[in-house]
């Protein structure tokens, strides 16, 4: 389906009503228990320090069953990620397409799971294709992946039959294969309509997997009195092929330079911070007449000092605008760090900032001044004081 027309379906109302129409409902409330089991018994297999992704987590039902775990919820649908954080206010949630490639996740959770058909509402097996390898690029060394199928059989309660493989159709040679069905469900109660809707064989999906897993299994549900529901289990994640890995440590260096390089906003600096900061120092190595070297060291330090600053200010006006972001749907690069590592950062920054001016003795005043420009955009993002969001409350 299209974007849009997967956020007209999930609003608001949707959202609020999702949990008992769809989860807790007596004849779904079977099989959400076994999903749940199941993602206990793989939490426990993991061990300790597990950490979750759940991918189009919805309402985040299932992530707050396990309170005690590192989790985090990943979908498209602002309003059901309201409610999934009001339902695990301590768990990361953005905003996203999961066909998008987010490679600060890459390896980064032990358990990722993609709960109740959500990968149906792929537009072609192409782009499945891409939804699966990020659930592989996505999970750790020793983690495991966890996808309810929804597979042909199923949508028709057991009643559709349908091959995967037919050798030989028509006496023309070769064989066919049938990968899966299009689909749409209507609901009537809300008036939504889920329309051409994706559910390709599980053989089909089970091969998906394998190529990203050595071990990959089908798990069947206890039988409820409907059709025989599945799941794909896969674990012991494959390497990636020689050249592809070849590729991407040439590259790494230079992915890892941009993506550091977008969370401190080097590309603002050079507009309104760092000139008028050299000037001040030019001006000063004019009036004091240093030697040519001296001159070129002190530039040199001012320099480094000033873009630590610049992005120590940049990086504490993200963290606390974190929240607000995800209100309204904006990207914050900072949403993706944890709370201690936001903590590391801004003070690996205030420290490589008055490193050089320490060492270089340049003078108590100098450093005065240095910790006033630290503290400046503090006051400014940070609450109590927290002056840019006063100001723009004044604004309105």
Known sequence: ??????????????????????????????????????????LSEIGEGAKWL?????????????????????????AMLKVAKQANPDSLFVQGDYRDKRPQWEGKWDLVSCMWWAYCYV???????????NFADWTSERGVCFLPACEPEELGTGELKLPYICPNLGGNGGTVQFEGVIWSWIDEESGKQHL??????????????????????VIEYS???????????????RQKDTLETKIAVKSESTGLFSSFFKIIRGGNWW?????????????????IDL?????????????????????????????????????????NLMAQFLSWQRLLLCILFAATGFV???????????????????????IYSAPPLAIKRKRNMGGN
């Open 356 to 378: 050089l001016p320490i060492l270089m003795n340049f003078g108590t005043w100098a450093i005065i001044l240095l910790g006033i420009n630290y503290l400046l955009p503090t």
């Open 196 to 217: 051409n809707l994706l559910a390709p064989q599980v053989e089909y999906m089970v091969n998906l997997f394998k190529k990203h897993f050595e071990q990959v299994e």
């Open 291 to 331: 030697p040519v070297i001296q001159s070129i060291l002190t530039v040199l330090a001012l320099l480094f000092s000033i873009s630590s600053l610049a992005a120590y200010g940049h990086i504490v006006n993200d963290i606390f605008d974190i929240e607000v972001d995800q209100r309204v749907g904006k990207n």
């Open 123 to 133: 537009k072609s097996l192409s782009q499945l294709e891409i939804v699966v390898e």
């Open 271 to 287: 507009l309104y911070k760092i000139p008028p900061l050299l000037a001040i120092g030019y001006a000063e190595i004019l009036l």
């Open 1 to 42: 389906m299209d974007k849009n027309d997967v956020l007209e379906i999930y609003d608001e109302d949707y959202a609020q009503k999702y949990n008992q129409r769809f989860l807790l409902n007596k004849q779904s409330k079977n099989n959400a228990d076994f999903e749940q089991e199941t993602i206990n018994k793989l």
């Open 223 to 237: 039988s409820f009195g409907e059709g025989q529901r599945k799941a794909i289990v896969a674990r012991s994640k």
């Open 54 to 78: 759940d991918v189009a987590c919805g309402t985040g039902y299932f992530l707050s069953c396990f309170p005690e775990i590192e989790r985090a919820g990943l979908d498209i649908s602002p």
